[in-house]
């Protein structure tokens, strides 16, 4: 098993920048894929990014292609999501999630963080 607690979710205006963080603990964290949804208000949860455990894939969401980066650090044990030029729409509670399959993270994987709460204002 692997326990996921996501950080750095807060309030900033359009245009505006934030990282998050996912932290894992447990299982070796490099035997995972890890994949970042969000879930607005009233909405359906949505993919956002994914990155495979070594790192040589990554995929995005078009909605925030060009504008949102993922990236890890196995020896920290950690996955982060830049996000910048961040619009009203990106507003959400942001969750990390991981697999040891890659297709899997995209539709169902299986261990989820508890999210972390991202407000963008305009």
């Known amino acids: 098993q692997v326990q996921l607690v996501e950080s750095g979710g807060g309030s900033v205006q359009a245009g505006g920048s934030l990282r998050l963080s996912c932290a894992a603990s447990?299982?070796?964290?490099?035997?995972?894929?890890i994949g970042w949804f969000r879930q607005a208000p009233g909405k359906e949860r949505e993919f956002v990014a994914a990155?495979?455990?070594?790192?040589?894939?990554?995929d995005y969401a078009d909605s925030v292609k060009g504008r949102f980066t993922i990236s890890r650090d196995n020896g920290k044990n950690t996955v982060y999501l830049q996000m910048n030029t961040l619009k009203p729409e990106d507003t959400a509670v942001y969750y990390c999630?991981?697999?040891?399959?890659?297709?899997?993270?995209?539709?169902?994987?299986?261990?989820w963080g508890q999210g972390t709460q991202v407000t963008v204002s305009s």
């Open positions: 990155i495979s455990r070594r790192a040589d894939r990554t």
């Open positions: 999630a991981a697999d040891v399959s890659y297709s899997d993270v995209f539709a169902r994987p299986s261990y």
């Open positions: 447990g299982r070796a964290f490099g035997a995972y894929d």
